[in-house]
Structure formats: structure tokens, C-alpha cells
């Protein structure tokens, strides 16, 4: 598994973005797979997760309705769509994928759950 994150970039406020993360392997369909982010001085924290399957997605509370995750398993990448975006959202996005078994519509929101990381991919919102 290579995790390959980007898209990330400076905005306004109000603003979007799309962070995509490719995987090079065979076998992205049978990952379970996160977003988690970064800000300077903080801990990494859970952003979204999409099933395997597709069929189920989570969100920290405060991307809910501004933030949708999906994911092309032809394309063996998942996107983030962000919008409305706020300055407090700046700071590394990271993608993730939990390579152990897991049930098709299981989604994690815990850093513990995911085995393989990117690399990050800055998003800069400016008031």
C-alpha cells in the first residue's frame, strides 16, 4: 500500500477544496479508509472514514454538512470534498487505510484503527 495524498492548497474563507488520496496497490476495495488532520501544536485528530464498501461514512461533528468523503474504487482513491471552508480547518491532512480484515461497512474514527498513512497534504484557510 502507497498512499499517495493531495490536493491541498491555500484559501479563503468560504472557500473548497478537494484532497484525493491514491493508492498504487491491487486491493484498495477491501480497505477501510480515513481522513484525519493536524494543526500545528495539536494532535492528530479524525476527520472522516469511509466504508469498505462505500455504503457507510462518518464525520467528526464539526465537518458534518460541510465535508463529504467518497471513494472510486476503479480509480483506487477516495476524495474529501471540503467546503465552507474555516481558518480553524488548516493544517495537514492525512489519508488512511486499515489494511486488517474488517466487516464491508465498518468505519473507524480512531487513529489506532488504520495501518498505513500518506504522506499529508497542507490546506491553509485564510480569514
Known amino acids: 500500500v502507497q498512499l499517495q495524498a493531495s490536493g491541498g492548497g491555500l484559501v479563503h474563507t468560504g472557500g473548497s477544496l478537494r484532497l484525493s488520496c491514491a493508492d498504487s496497490?491491487?486491493?484498495?476495495?477491501?480497505?477501510?479508509l480515513g481522513w484525519f488532520r493536524q494543526a500545528p501544536g495539536k494532535e492528530r485528530e479524525f476527520v472522516s472514514a469511509v466504508s469498505r464498501s462505500g455504503k457507510n461514512t462518518d464525520y467528526a461533528e464539526s465537518m458534518k454538512g460541510r465535508f463529504t468523503i467518497y471513494r472510486d474504487n476503479a480509480k483506487s482513491t477516495v476524495f474529501l470534498q471540503m467546503n465552507s471552508l474555516k481558518p480553524d480547518d488548516t493544517a495537514v491532512y492525512y489519508c488512511?487505510?486499515?489494511?486488517?480484515?474488517?466487516?464491508?461497512?465498518?468505519?473507524?474514527?480512531?487513529?489506532?484503527?488504520?495501518?498505513?498513512w500518506g504522506q499529508g497534504t497542507q490546506v491553509t484557510v485564510s480569514s
Open positions: 496497490g491491487r486491493t484498495f476495495s477491501y480497505y477501510t
Open positions: 488512511a487505510a486499515r489494511l486488517r480484515w474488517v466487516h464491508p461497512d465498518a468505519v473507524y474514527t480512531t487513529a489506532a484503527g488504520y495501518d498505513s
